[in-house]
């Protein structure tokens, strides 16, 4: 095993020296860098020639000014990082420090989002195979996947953004808008849910009037001027979220985990309706965190105090109910802040942003700064998670349909074991196998990934500074992005291999 | 994976989780036919691959007709009677009309035959990449997989170093350099090196194959390295090779327009969809036109490959068998259990349709019945 990663290591560095120098030479031999100073008219043209010249080393040859730039990298070892300067003269270092942040802030979410929303779907597209449901949603994954990113941005800003913005404007409902969303919104949970003719039937009726109900009530109250979800939604989803994730993870049957799951609801609803004023009033991010550390903890700590022949089981979904009722509840203290937010000088009213990664000098809150990230992060965040889902959905699909075709789920199902017991422990685990080496490949490129995103949005982001650099025949920019997304590359298919080794003892290192 | 071996009868083995009647639904499928005729029945079962190769075909046949073709300073005209330079007078305030129906830009050239032409350039990038990232992809794994040892390590570390890079990151590079040459060139850069995933997957393939008794028969009869490779290796190999080229045609359609959109890609005078797009990005409020015709045919061109692609894998893939739908299973099942005199489980109806689930799966295998059994070799 440590022979393996060591063997790995080294044969990938060796590798990744032979890419830079490519890389390096490529960039440095696809132009001129000093073009845009030899035809400008400036008087003083020969002595900025001459500065830029010394500036970039431009006096040494491409494959030898290589190894200037090397020698930089190598201080990164004993802690003093060289990574050049770009063509204006700024340190590469700090510009990388700063892109990399925006991207991290960029990708993050939507790589989460995308990976969990497309196992779902792939999941429960295996289990309805070649119906109506697995059709559509096969032809939406395909659709999105062939979208080019650029062109789904224009839309998004188009059509959601300037949109919605309008529509706060005058936020009421026309019935017909509403009866749309309710049909579709029956259509949607009626394929979703599926089974014979008169459940179907049953499934798309309450989902339509609920859909339209809450639609009614929200043009009514005119909520989108002050939006909250107030105290019956949250006491609602802690509920619902505490049968929810029973069912998926232990079963209703498992009655310990169930009472510490509403346990955990309740204390969430008690913190909700009695403490949050006194916790929330001065919240700074590394409270927040702390507070998410802190539910996390509770919840293990109540669902083990349950306990049971297997307290383990109990803690885990008390834990994830807690984080979840967590979750609902800084939503709606976001919400909260919402027309505050919209109100403000800065933002006038036109709250979902299409450019860029945040309102200048917007000053405020914890909770105002957290929704003005929303909004700039929703788009691009939209438009990523569009494309990206395709190929988490088709491979989980896959993956779930060979597992499903074994013996052993045969005999899972002849033992008289539980459709959740059969689907949930015995195909997804083995399911996930092949997905997650494919995720941790994933999340070691996102950060190159975003390159044209973040041009439509206007991020200053990896991809910004790479194309930049690209555009000005500027190596040192280009290489600091390619070393860091080809370390991650290689570091992740490092992850990826030892986790597929860890997750299937058939595999061996070697 | 993607093995494609035909289907052995072996009495007595039974495909895991395959009931008679269901093995009986499939092997009436395949019975007498060539492994080819297989692959064409299975593909032209799939609906959406057929419908996406009709309307490819036509996208094809409209893009070169119209506005026709330039070869270096040949030039062929189409039947329409603009071309993708020219400015024409402006109708309509540039709206969409009958003589321009995709309307036109603000300086008068008819966006019909511009669309058009791009369609022609990204297609031709398409294939040209497709063409070569498939022979390079498939030569350098076939030497690695069937040589194995030094071969092997020194094409699998220069795939390493190619793999490495960014794909968008080389056509940037070289496109700065060479990007005003035109989409051929393009084609070829993106060709030359998008071909390292297709290049591990046929190694993969060329390792568990050449060990396989056919092989050593070959060469026990004297047949050279080239013979074995080429008549009795690669023709097994064929069903990877064809579905990852559709996905790397796919990949190249959308590379392209991102290029061109970044402006390392097709230069003017000459144009692609993805510098349609990129050129007229600001005018959507004002001429959505400009948008909605280049990035519509940029969809369904690669939406039309995709689906290609999953109906060829369909059609290659014995595995990813299609599952009976319970009505079908419960009328073999019927028919099997009168034969038998014996009641066959009825379909309980909800939730069943069409999964893989206990559907009628409570009829015990009979020894010697026949089951396909399609040779998985698992060694990957």
Redesign the interface.
Same mark, same amino acid.
């Given at each position: 095993m440590a022979t393996f990663v060591i063997r790995r290591l080294i044969?990938?560095f060796f =590798?990744?020296l032979?890419?830079t120098y $490519?890389?390096y030479i490529?960039?440095a $031999?696809?132009?001129d860098p000093l073009e845009e100073l030899r035809l400008s008219a400036s008087p003083n043209k020969e002595s900025l020639i001459e500065a830029r010249i010394n500036l970039l080393n431009l006096d040494v040859p491409p494959y030898l000014r290589y190894f200037i730039w090397l020698a930089g990298v190598g201080g990164c070892f004993i802690g003093r990082c060289d990574l050049g300067v770009n063509i204006q003269g700024q340190p590469v270092t700090v510009l990388l420090g700063q892109a990399l942040g925006q991207t991290l802030q960029l990708v993050t979410t939507a790589a989460i989002l995308a990976i969990i929303i497309g196992i779902v779907i792939g999941i429960v597209t295996a $289990?309805?195979?070649?119906?109506g449901f *697995?059709y559509g949603v096969?032809?939406t994954t395909?659709?999105f996947?062939? $979208?080019?990113?650029?062109?789904v941005a =224009?839309l998004l800003k188009?059509y959601v953004a300037i949109g919605f913005n309008d529509f706060l404007q005058e936020p009421t409902i026309p019935p017909l808008v509403i009866g749309v969303l309710a049909v579709l919104a029956g259509l949607f949970w009626m394929a979703l849910i599926?089974?014979?003719i008169r459940?179907k039937v049953i499934v798309f009726a309450i989902a339509a009037v609920v859909t339209a109900g809450v639609l009614v009530y929200m043009d009514l109250t005119r909520w989108f001027e002050n939006p909250s979800l107030g105290p019956v939604v949250v006491i609602l989803s802690a509920v619902g979220a505490a049968y929810g994730v029973t069912a998926i993870s232990t079963g209703l049957k498992n009655k310990r985990a169930l009472y510490s799951s509403l346990t955990v609801a309740g204390v969430g609803v008690l913190f909700y309706l009695f403490l949050k004023p006194f916790v929330f009033y001065a919240m700074t991010l590394p409270l927040y965190l702390g507070l998410a550390v802190g539910a996390l903890v509770i919840g293990g700590l109540i669902g083990w105090l349950w306990g049971g022949p297997d307290r383990w089981q109990s803690v885990r979904t008390a834990a994830i109910v807690a984080l979840l009722i967590g979750v609902v509840i800084s939503i709606d203290e976001h919400m909260r802040w919402f027309s505050a937010y919209a109100g403000s000088s800065r933002v006038g009213n036109r709250p979902i942003a299409t450019i860029g990664a945040e309102t200048p000098n917007l000053g405020g809150n914890f909770w105002i700064q957290g929704v003005d990230t929303f909004t700039h992060v929703l788009l691009p965040t939209l438009a990523l998670i569009l494309i990206s889902i395709a190929s988490y959905t088709r491979y989980t699909r896959?993956s779930m349909?060979?597992v499903?075709?074994? *013996?052993y789920?045969?005999t899972a199902?002849a033992k008289g074991l539980t459709?959740r017991t059969v689907v949930v422990r015995h195909a997804f685990r083995n399911a996930m196998i092949p997905i997650a080496t494919i995720v941790a490949f994933d999340i070691g490129?996102i950060v190159?990934?975003a =390159?044209?995103t973040e041009?439509v949005f206007g991020w200053t982001g990896m991809g910004q500074l790479?194309?930049n650099g690209? *555009?000005h025949?500027d190596p040192n920019p280009v290489m600091a992005f390619?070393l860091v997304?080809?370390t991650l590359?290689?570091i992740f298919n490092l992850i990826a291999d030892l986790v597929y080794a860890a997750l299937d003892p058939r595999i061996r290192l070697s | 994976m993607t093995n494609v071996n035909l289907p052995i009868p072996e009495p007595g083995h039974h495909e895991p989780g395959i009931t008679d009647a269901e093995s009986n639904i499939e092997l009436k499928e395949v019975e007498g036919l060539s492994q080819g005729q297989i692959v064409r029945k299975r593909f032209f079962r799939h609906r959406g691959a057929v419908i996406a190769m009709i309307v490819l075909g036509f996208i094809v046949l409209l893009s070169f007709s119209s506005v026709g073709v330039v070869i270096g300073d040949l030039r062929i005209p189409g039947w329409w009677p603009f071309t993708w330079t020219e400015l024409t007078d402006i109708v309509d305030r540039t709206r969409p009309s009958v003589t321009h129906p995709f309307g036109q830009d603000e300086v008068g050239r008819d966006i019909f035959a511009v669309v058009m032409r791009g369609a022609q350039q990204s297609l031709m990038v398409m294939v040209i990449a497709g063409v070569i990232a498939t022979l390079v992809g498939t030569a350098l794994g076939a030497l690695a997989g069937y040589y194995r040892r030094g071969v092997d390590s020194v094409i699998m570390r220069f795939t390493d170093v190619i793999i490495t890079i960014p794909l968008i990151v080389i056509g940037a590079v070289l496109g700065n350099g060479l990007g005003n040459l035109g989409a051929a060139v393009l084609g070829v850069v993106i060709g030359l090196f998008s071909w390292t995933s297709l290049a591990r997957l046929v190694r993969a393939e060329f390792l568990s194959l050449r060990e396989r008794e056919f092989v050593d028969a070959a060469r026990v009869a004297g047949a050279s390295d080239g013979r074995i490779i080429f008549r009795h290796i690669l023709p097994n190999a064929v069903g990877v090779i064809i579905v990852n080229s559709t996905l790397l045609m796919a990949a190249a359609i959308l590379l392209e327009t991102a290029l061109s959109f970044l402006g390392f890609g097709v230069e003017s005078p000459d144009t692609s969809l993805g510098k349609i797009i990129s050129d007229n990005q600001a005018a959507f409020a004002t001429r959505p036109w400009l948008f909605w015709w280049p990035g519509l045919f940029i969809v369904a061109i690669a939406l039309c490959i995709n689906f290609i692609g999953d109906g060829l894998r369909d059609a290659f893939d014995p595995r990813q068998k299609r599952v009976p739908s319970a009505r079908t299973l419960e009328k073999a099942e019927r028919k099997e259990s009168g034969h038998r005199g014996s009641a066959g489980p009825s379909d309980t109806g909800s939730n069943t349709r069409g999964t893989v689930d206990a559907t009628g799966r409570g009829t015990p295998g009979r020894p010697g019945s026949t089951a396909g059994s399609p040779d998985a070799d698992g060694g990957r």
């Open positions: 044969a990938s =590798v990744f032979a890419a $490519l890389m490529l960039t $031999l696809s132009g $289990l309805r195979q070649y119906s *697995d096969t032809f395909f659709l996947f062939s $979208l080019p990113i650029f062109w =224009v188009q599926g089974g014979a459940r896959s349909l060979e499903l075709n074994q *013996d789920i045969r199902r459709e490129s190159g990934g =390159v044209i041009r790479f194309v690209l *555009d025949i390619f997304t080809g590359a290689i | -």
